[in-house]
């Protein structure tokens, strides 16, 4: 039987020990692998293939969300096989001279750092001949490190595997709950014809980390938040809670009118960045290491871990209305939520006494729709309260949200690339993002927050000045 064969480099990495590894152990557990797949990690370690299933199995017992199974796992480890491979040495490429033999879909994905994703596709560009369907690569963020990289990467990309067999990973689309915000958004009444600037106030995007860099000094110090967070996951988050409604659910038209989005965002002026934009770096507290003493990164390092900005986007359906964003690591959160608050309206009632409607899509880790509004106290006195309901998707018995991965591995093995990056996202991002990242080079101030606080307190100025606050849920759990 011809087989797909998933070709990772990077095997030994960070990325597939936590992500890929786990995602493969899900899938082939709830029998969404197909039979017939046969993985080579590609690693640059002096390992032979048994000893890597040992570190496989390892990786599986503590990254899985499911409980393992070791008959489950052993099936997939038959499955694995080790190549140890340096893919900085083009005479090495001779090792995947094999790979035509009983293969019908072949997949690369490059779960390696970004440096080396030129050289690899440049390397691989001789063996994708004569394979019966045309091979796919899978490339992990980020796409460059400006427009320029990302247009020299794309080009080679393009003219190696063509556009359509090219997998932009945002793992940021696969989670449940942004594939979610289409389905709210779309399959309701209530909400779209209200999703617009004459009722809604503001939007704030909050994805806040408590983890400092551990061991991705290396990596951090040349992306920082801009690049780690904003140009993808983020600018992906306010292209799906702006978009207008697609006409079908084709891949491409999704994608036209998430770039419609996208090509939308209005550079920030130098004067809007000095009141909307702020950078920060975490400082050192007790025996949690300030940013500039972790490993590998420099100890006068001007590189952000921090950043909260206001965007504005130029069409009829947003204009005029601000959409916050903040960013961090080492902030008193792991949390990622989208918060909708809507205008208040003429009313009878005291306008004082009412609260802004609001509507929460909690991204994770509690998955979910948080929606507030006003209702009369019970009670004789004539009182309005604002009412929560509070939906949470993933706290209902049984229900073990697939993690990004395992989605989007499926979606490769499939040919089913809606969930993943078009170029035009990705330049139309660039450009919007590289008008911040000269000012990025100009802060002087680092490191300016304490861990596990709210970042800088330009943050909240910032927000301030338009007389706002930062609308995180976390109070309002505490009163539920
Ligand atoms: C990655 C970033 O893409 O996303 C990391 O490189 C970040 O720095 C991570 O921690 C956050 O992902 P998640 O799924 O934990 O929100």
Same mark, same amino acid.
């Given at each position: 039987m011809?087989?797909?064969?998933?070709?990772?480099f990077?095997a030994t990495?960070d990325?597939?020990?936590?992500?890929?590894?786990?995602a493969?152990?899900?899938?082939?557990?709830?029998?969404l692998l197909?039979?017939?797949?046969?993985?080579?990690a590609?690693?640059?370690?002096?390992?032979?293939?048994?000893?890597?299933k040992?570190?496989?199995?390892?990786?599986?017992?503590?990254?899985?969300?499911?409980?393992?199974?070791?008959?489950?796992?052993?099936?997939?480890l038959?499955?694995?096989?080790?190549?140890?491979m340096?893919?900085?040495?083009d005479?090495e490429?001779?090792?995947?001279?094999?790979?035509?033999a009983?293969?019908?879909q072949?997949?690369?994905?490059?779960a390696?750092a970004?440096?080396?994703?030129?050289?690899?596709?440049l390397?691989?560009?001789?063996?994708?001949?004569?394979?019966?369907?045309?091979?796919?690569?899978?490339?992990?963020?980020?796409f460059?490190?400006?427009?320029?990289?990302a247009?020299?990467?794309?080009?080679?990309?393009?003219?190696?595997?063509?556009?359509?067999?090219?997998?932009?990973?945002?793992?940021?689309?696969?989670?449940?709950?942004?594939?979610?915000?289409?389905?709210?958004?779309f399959?309701?009444t209530?909400?779209?014809?209200?999703?617009?600037?004459?009722?809604?106030?503001?939007?704030q995007?909050?994805?806040?980390?408590?983890?400092?860099?551990?061991?991705?000094?290396?990596?951090?110090?040349?992306?920082g938040?801009?690049?780690?967070?904003?140009q993808?996951?983020?600018?992906q988050?306010v292209s799906?809670?702006a978009?207008?409604r697609?006409?079908?659910?084709?891949?491409e038209?999704?994608?036209?009118?998430?770039?419609?989005?996208?090509?939308?965002?209005?550079p920030?002026?130098?004067?809007?960045?000095?009141?909307?934009?702020?950078?920060?770096?975490y400082? +050192?507290?007790?025996?949690i %290491?300030? /940013?500039?003493?972790e490993?590998?990164?420099s $100890?006068d390092?001007n @590189? #952000?871990?921090? *950043?909260?900005?206001?965007?504005l986007l130029?069409s009829? +359906?947003?204009q005029?209305? %601000?959409? /916050?964003?903040?960013?961090?690591?080492?902030? $008193?959160?792991?949390? @990622? #939520?989208?918060? *909708?608050q809507f205008?208040k309206?003429?009313?009878p009632?005291?306008?004082?006494?009412?609260?802004?409607?609001?509507?929460?899509?909690?991204?994770? $880790?509690?998955?979910?729709?948080?929606l507030?509004?006003?209702?009369?106290?019970?009670?004789?006195?004539?009182?309005?309260?604002?009412?929560?309901?509070?939906?949470?998707?993933n706290?209902?018995?049984?229900?073990?949200?697939?993690?990004?991965?395992?989605?989007?591995?499926?979606?490769?093995?499939?040919?089913?690339?809606?969930?993943?990056?078009r170029?035009?996202?990705v330049?139309?991002s660039w450009?919007?993002?590289?008008?911040?990242?000269?000012?990025?080079r100009?802060?002087?101030?680092?490191?300016?927050?304490?861990?596990?606080?709210?970042?800088?307190e330009?943050?909240?100025?910032m927000?301030e000045?338009?007389?706002?606050v930062?609308?995180?849920?976390e109070?309002?759990?505490?009163?539920?």
């Amino acid at each position: 039987m011809k087989k797909t064969k998933l070709v990772i480099f990077g095997a030994t990495g960070d990325l597939t020990k936590r992500k890929l590894l786990p995602a493969l152990y899900n899938l082939e557990a709830e029998n969404l692998l197909p039979e017939d797949i046969k993985v080579i990690a590609v690693g640059r370690r002096e390992i032979i293939s048994d000893i890597y299933k040992e570190q496989a199995l390892e990786a599986i017992k503590s990254f899985s969300r499911n409980k393992p199974d070791f008959t489950i796992i052993n099936k997939l480890l038959e499955k694995i096989e080790y190549l140890k491979m340096d893919f900085t040495k083009d005479a090495e490429y001779q090792k995947l001279s094999t790979l035509h033999a009983d293969t019908k879909q072949v997949i690369f994905y490059l779960a390696v750092a970004p440096e080396f994703f030129e050289t690899i596709t440049l390397n691989l560009k001789p063996f994708l001949k004569n394979f019966p369907l045309p091979p796919r690569v899978v490339i992990e963020k980020p796409f460059g490190y400006d427009l320029n990289s990302a247009i020299i990467l794309n080009t080679l990309l393009v003219k190696t595997f063509g556009e359509k067999n090219i997998y932009r990973i945002d793992h940021y689309l696969g989670k449940e709950m942004l594939q979610n915000i289409m389905f709210i958004r779309f399959g309701n009444t209530i909400f779209e014809p209200i999703w617009n600037r004459d009722y809604i106030e503001q939007i704030q995007i909050i994805s806040s980390e408590t983890i400092g860099i551990e061991t991705r000094g290396n990596y951090y110090e040349r992306s920082g938040a801009i690049r780690d967070m904003l140009q993808s996951h983020l600018l992906q988050l306010v292209s799906l809670i702006a978009m207008d409604r697609p006409q079908d659910l084709k891949t491409e038209t999704i994608r036209d009118e998430k770039v419609k989005v996208l090509s939308e965002l209005i550079p920030l002026t130098l004067t809007e960045q000095k009141d909307y934009l702020v950078f920060g770096q975490y400082d +050192r507290v007790g025996e949690i %290491p300030a /940013y500039r003493e972790e490993k590998n990164v420099s $100890p006068d390092s001007n @590189t #952000e871990t921090f *950043i909260a900005l206001r965007l504005l986007l130029n069409s009829k +359906r947003w204009q005029g209305v %601000p959409f /916050y964003i903040m960013t961090g690591k080492r902030l $008193p959160v792991k949390k @990622t #939520e989208i918060i *909708i608050q809507f205008k208040k309206l003429p009313s009878p009632y005291n306008s004082e006494d009412l609260k802004n409607n609001q509507l929460v899509f909690k991204i994770q $880790p509690e998955e979910g729709v948080y929606l507030e509004f006003n209702a009369k106290k019970p009670g004789t006195m004539e009182e309005i309260v604002p009412v929560k309901m509070d939906f949470c998707q993933n706290c209902e018995v049984g229900i073990n949200s697939p993690e990004a991965y395992e989605r989007l591995l499926l979606d490769v093995i499939k040919g089913d690339a809606t969930l993943f990056t078009r170029w035009d996202e990705v330049e139309h991002s660039w450009r919007f993002v590289e008008s911040i990242i000269s000012t990025r080079r100009k802060v002087k101030d680092f490191p300016n927050y304490l861990p596990f606080s709210w970042g800088p307190e330009a943050a909240k100025t910032m927000i301030e000045r338009d007389n706002k606050v930062w609308l995180t849920l976390e109070e309002k759990y505490e009163n539920l």
